[in-house]
């Protein structure tokens, strides 16, 4: 799968995603583009969308996007707190469907 990380995602978490070609927000050179514009780009490029920005489904109708968003939950966007989820993470992957949220963590 071709997976975009968001912004507020540390970058070193893409070296875990074993198996599918990571890219990040700030290398496509997307760095502050607001969410709805940000996605619009993104499923032009990308299957999965991953971030830990709880209110993206709140701001967006993710439902015209054609591209999965998965959202990380742990205590901080910390790279130590939010591997722990990665096994969870590559599952849902390979099954996040396009237009739709889905939770990886509490």
Same mark, same amino acid.
């Given at each position: 799968m071709?997976?975009?990380? !968001?912004?507020?995602? !540390?970058?070193r978490?893409?070296?875990d995603?074993?198996?599918?070609s990571?890219?990040?927000?700030?290398?496509m050179g997307?760095?502050?583009?607001k969410?709805? =514009?940000?996605?619009a780009l =993104?499923e @032009?490029?990308?299957?999965v969308?991953? #971030?830990v !920005?709880? @209110?993206?489904?709140?701001?967006q109708?993710?439902?015209?996007?054609?591209?999965?968003?998965?959202l990380l939950?742990?205590t901080?966007?910390r790279l130590q707190?939010i591997r722990?989820?990665?096994p969870?993470?590559?599952k849902?992957i390979?099954r =996040?469907?396009a237009?739709?949220?889905? #939770?990886?963590?509490?």
């Open positions: 071709k997976v975009l990380l !968001d912004e507020c995602v !540390d970058r978490l893409a070296r995603l074993v198996g599918h990571v890219s990040t927000v700030p290398k997307w760095a502050g583009i969410n709805g =514009a940000l996605l =993104a @032009k490029e990308f299957e969308f991953i #971030t !920005d709880r @209110k993206i489904s709140d701001e109708d993710l439902r015209k996007f054609k591209i999965s968003v998965i939950r742990a901080t966007n707190d722990p989820l990665v969870e993470l590559l849902t390979e =996040a469907t237009g739709a949220l889905t #939770t990886v963590g509490k």
